[in-house]
C-alpha cells in the first residue's frame, strides 16, 4: 500500500494548534493570598503609583470617578500577586487615595507643671482624705502649736529667735461664745466673737490682732465660716484675694497670706483643705524649698513664696504630706540680719474640738 508522505504542518499551523490546546488546559495553580495581606500589598502599590505620577489639578481630581478608582485597583491587581511571587513578602502601612490615612498624628508633650504645683497638688490629694472635724456649733475648735517669734532690742540691730513655747488657743464654733488664747509666760486673752488671727507685720515686731470685722471672714474665721467655704479652687481664690486685706502687699502675697493663717489656725473639712492647696498652687511666684524645719524641729518639705525680702514657708511631711506648721525666713541681709535669719517659726501639734474654752482636749 502506498502511501503518500505526511507534509510537515506550517509553522503558523503549529502554533495555532499549540494555541488551541493551551486554552483547553487549566490555568497554573497560583499560591492564594492572605485577605488582609492582599489587601495590604494593593495599598502599597496603589501608594507608589500615586507617588510617581504627577500631581493632578483640582478640576482633574474632581473629574476622577469612583468607577476609575475601582478600575486602577483591578489592573495593578495581577501586579500584586506577580510581586508576592517574585519577590517575597512586602508590607507598608499605606493608604488608597480614596480612604483617609489611619497614621496617628503624635500627640504634643504635655506641659510640666512647676514643682510647687505637683507638691501641692499632691497634697491637696492627701488633705482630701483627711479627716472630718465633728465639731457642733456651741463647742470650740482647740488648736495646740510650738511658736517662736524674732524679737528686736530697742537700740535696734539684728533680731534673735527665742527658743520655741507652747501656744494654746479655743475658737468658738459658730462665733457666739467667747474665745481664749494661752501663751507660755504670756496671761491669758480672750478672743470674742470674731476670733482674731495674729500677725506679724514686720521682723520683730510683737504679734498683734488683725482688724475686727462685722463678722466671720477670711481674716477672723470661724469654724463654721472655713467649713462653708468654696471647694472649687478658683472660687476659694477669687474669694481670699477680695477680702484679705494687708499693707505692702500684693494680692498675690495677701492671699497666700491668708491661706497659711487658715491652715493654721483653723480646722477645715477635707474638702475646703484641699480646695485652699490647689488655690495657694495657683498663686504666681510660689517655689519649693527641698528641706525646711518647723518650730518642734520636724523637717520636711515646703512651698515657699517670697516678698520684700522675707520668705514664708510651709512645711509638709515628706511622706504623708500633713501640713506641719510655718516659717518665715529673711533673703536678702539687712538691719534684721543676714539672709538665711529665722524670723518666725511654727508647728501644729493638735487639732481638736472641746466643750468649753480652756479644756484640754481628749487623748
Known sequence: ???????????????????????????????????????????????????????????????RTPRQRRLLVRVLAPALACSVVAGGVLAANLMTDS????????????????????????????????????????????????????GQSADGGAVTLPAAH?????????????????????PDSQLGADAPVY??????????????????????PTHTYVAGLPT???????????????????????AFTAIGDLLMETWAPPKVSAALYRAAAKIPGVTVVQSAQDAAGREGVAVARTTHGQQTQWIFDRDSHAFL??????????DAGPAGTVVGSSAILTKAAVDRAGAAPRR
Open 99 to 150: 480612604e483617609p490615612s489611619t497614621t496617628a498624628t503624635p500627640a504634643p508633650a504635655p506641659v510640666q507643671a512647676a514643682p510647687a504645683t505637683q507638691l501641692l497638688n499632691r497634697v491637696a490629694l492627701a488633705a482630701a482624705e483627711g479627716e472630718q472635724p465633728q465639731v457642733k456649733g456651741d463647742q470650740f475648735v482647740y488648736v495646740e502649736s510650738k511658736v517662736a517669734y524674732a
Open 232 to 254: 472649687d479652687p478658683d472660687a476659694l481664690l477669687d474669694l481670699i484675694r477680695k477680702a484679705s486685706h494687708g499693707q505692702g502687699q500684693s494680692a498675690d502675697q495677701r
Open 325 to 334: 506648721g510655718e516659717r518665715t525666713v529673711l533673703t536678702e541681709a539687712g
Open 1 to 63: 500500500m502506498n502511501l503518500a508522505p505526511r507534509r510537515s504542518p506550517s509553522n503558523a499551523t503549529e502554533q495555532t494548534e499549540r494555541q488551541a490546546l493551551t486554552e483547553l488546559l487549566p490555568p497554573p495553580n497560583v499560591p492564594d493570598l492572605h485577605p488582609e495581606r492582599e489587601q495590604l500589598l494593593k495599598h502599597t502599590v496603589l501608594r507608589e503609583a500615586a507617588l510617581a505620577e504627577p500631581t493632578p489639578s483640582r478640576s482633574a481630581r474632581a473629574a
Open 166 to 186: 507652747r501656744r494654746q488657743v479655743w475658737l468658738s464654733a459658730d462665733g457666739s461664745r467667747t474665745g481664749l488664747l494661752r501663751e507660755a509666760g504670756k
Open 199 to 220: 500677725t506679724i507685720e514686720r521682723p520683730g515686731a510683737t504679734p498683734k490682732p488683725s482688724a475686727s470685722g462685722s463678722g466671720p471672714s477670711i481674716s477672723n
